[in-house]
């Protein structure tokens, strides 16, 4: 009876004794940040092909800087209410297809931190 429990009062701290050492070595991971934005980059460029469209208006188009001004509606998957805005373009193409004043209708998402067209065709 007595050696029993003295065996199984072993076991369990030494269960416990590994589980801390595993959450010691857990914490001083020094690539996780860098493996963390990897893996919401990827997430990000999945979701890319179901953003909702939203309509908008260019107000200018600056190829130079990679950068195209909206005159958007609502975008539901930014949170963000109607406004006149600055987007960079995921792709120089989108902004040779766009000019002040045509109607558009276009996807964005937040890309590295700026928000990004990502798709624009002409019309509503
Ligand atoms: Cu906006």
Redesign the pocket.
Known sequence: MNRTFAVSTAALTLTFLSSVAMAGAASDKPMEPATQGGAAQEAGEKDAATLPSVSGTVTKVDEAAGKISID?QA?PNLS?DA?T?VFKAADPALLKAAKPGDSVTFTADKVNGQLTVMTLKKGK
């Open positions: 958007h975008i963000m406004m805005m």
